[in-house]
């Protein structure tokens, strides 16, 4: 019972909050609201049991994550956006094919699956059992993950780097 | 195992008491700040209020709250009032996973010395103190002033520089312990070394990583030598300039929050938390709070010692020694730590 109202308010907060989201004309608050998004995440994993995944979820996206895009809407002094009407097609396309979007999902959900919620516990939880299985069961598409991400670091480099700093460098190495 | 309700109540008392111990508790580190630095300047401190100045705090309390609560007027309101709110909040959470003493029966009750234990306890405390950058970031952001932008900008950039080097220092302690729960890894490190030398982390070969989390743990509080978030000569009064009366004591107390906490963790990963020496009379080693107490209070003065000692860096020099330094030799110790523990198992 406890649960389900606790499960209730954390989703409850989560929508709210991605629909203040897209609301909100200030970048910094839509930011906070991602933040609240990401937190009441974190709450839910905790719901089922996967207490490891919930902390990281805090400390990577809420803490690390989200306070980089802060900082970056800080440094820019980004204001508010303007409001516009927005575009026709988005209007006539988007709004049925979010309908038949959702209408899919929920039928996939409920005649697929059938309506049978996965019991607390069933998934990993633990950080020795995720640890088991990174680092044991995947560890190859882990390792691959990573250097794929270490590529991905270098790229950003490269393309931030100025040439004429490289250059400067250059002549000093 | 208790009914639910009695867990629930003991978990309410337990909140009450460790808040009003917390709270007083940075009341007394001001005046232990005050004190200290006084003395090492070659000065009294305060000694007007009370013996020894002792109700120095209390008097700084009742000015706070009646002093006028300025908002300027050119500031965003709604983060500008929930910047301090967060910080404060954010502060006294994670004394929450912190345990102080062993199980101990009071009434018929056996519950543990600590409000919860949870078995990622560590995670709990790195999750909210990287969630405490919002209260400066976004202080430093609303107040829409230049001296609080530049200090909130630092602030954030120094607390998540230092971050990485931090948590990388507390790797080493966890894969010695071998969980994340702040209980157990007090309960590992019981026992001597030839029956003198306590067999805590600090004298278990983890001493590089204790000077390691020292530094990063001063610049994630923001305090001396790592204190440019609020250099006076440059910033003004950096993040909070534009607060005053109560909202300005929120991030005082926030700041003392932090650096109880900070050393509280120390204590706990490095310094064997509640166990005492292992020689002395027997009623000494068994008083339950005392060594913990006594552990946590050295580590505060060691805080104000160094504040009383040393400059101020540059800011250039504070991102070179994160990152060059003090990065490289944490994953070094982490490297050489994980052999060590591989080798042996």
């Known amino acids: 019972m406890l649960h389900l109202v606790l499960f209730l308010i954390f989703g409850v907060v989560c929508v709210a909050g991605a629909v203040n989201l897209l609301v909100q004309s200030h970048p910094i608050n839509s930011a906070l609201s991602l933040v609240v998004v990401m937190g009441s995440l974190a709450g839910e994993y905790l719901l089922l049991g996967a207490e490891f995944v919930a902390a990281i979820q805090v400390i990577v996206y809420a803490g690390a994550i989200m306070v980089l895009f802060v900082f970056v809407i800080m440094l820019l002094n980004a204001g508010a956006e303007e409001r516009t009407r927005g575009s026709r097609i988005a209007v006539l396309f988007g709004i049925p094919g979010l309908l038949v979007g959702s209408i899919l999902l929920a039928w996939v959900l409920v005649a697929r699956s059938g309506s049978q919620a996965v019991p607390v516990g069933a998934l990993p939880g633990p950080p020795r059992e995720i640890a088991m299985l990174l680092f044991h069961d995947f560890l190859l598409p882990f390792e691959v993950t990573s250097v794929l991400v270490l590529i991905a670091i270098m790229g950003a480099v490269v393309l931030a780097a100025r040439p004429e700093a490289i250059e400067h460098t250059k002549k000093e190495g | ?345």
């Open chain 2, 1 to 345: 195992m208790l009914s639910i309700e009695t867990y629930i109540i003991v978990s309410v008392i337990k909140t009450v008491i460790a808040l009003f111990v917390l709270l007083t508790a940075v009341a007394y580190c001001v005046w232990l700040e005050r004190k200290v630095v006084g003395h090492i300047q070659n000065r009294w401190g305060p000694t007007r209020v009370g013996p020894f100045g002792l109700l120095q705090p209390l008097a700084d309390g009742m000015k706070f709250l009646f002093k006028e609560d300025l908002t300027p007027p050119h500031v965003y309101k709604p983060l500008y009032i929930a910047a301090p709110m967060l910080a404060v909040v954010f502060a006294l959470t994670s004394i929450a996973v912190i345990p102080i003493g062993n199980w101990v029966t009071i009434g018929g009750v056996h519950t543990p010395l600590q409000i919860t234990d949870v078995n990622i306890g560590l995670l709990v405390i790195l999750g909210v103190t990287s969630l405490g950058v919002y209260g400066v970031a976004l202080a430093g952001w609303s107040s829409n002033s230049k001296y609080s932008l530049l200090g909130g900008l630092r602030a954030s950039a120094q607390m998540v520089s230092y971050e990485v080097s931090l948590g990388l220092s507390l790797i080493g302690v966890l894969i010695m312990a071998g969980s994340f729960s702040l209980r157990e890894i007090v309960d590992a490190q019981g026992g001597t070394f030839w029956g003198f030398i306590p067999r805590w982390n600090l004298f278990h070969g983890q001493i590089v990583a204790f000077f390691i989390y020292l530094m990063a743990a001063y610049a994630e509080t923001n305090r001396v030598p790592f204190d440019l978030p609020e250099a006076e000569t440059e910033l003004v009064a950096g993040y909070h300039t534009e607060y005053s009366a109560m909202k300005f004591a929120m991030f005082f107390m926030a700041e003392y929050a932090n650096m109880i906490t900070v050393a509280c963790l120390a204590s706990v990963l490095f310094l064997g938390g509640w166990k005492g020496l292992p020689f002395g009379p027997a009623w000494l080693q068994d008083l339950p709070v005392f060594w913990f107490v006594l552990k946590v209070f050295v580590f505060l003065f060691i805080y104000i010692w160094v504040r009383g000692t040393l400059p101020r860096f540059r800011y250039d020099q504070l991102m070179a020694f994160g990152w060059k330094f003090l990065l490289p030799l944490a994953i070094a110790n982490l490297v050489i730590t994980a052999l060590i523990v591989a080798v042996r198992a």
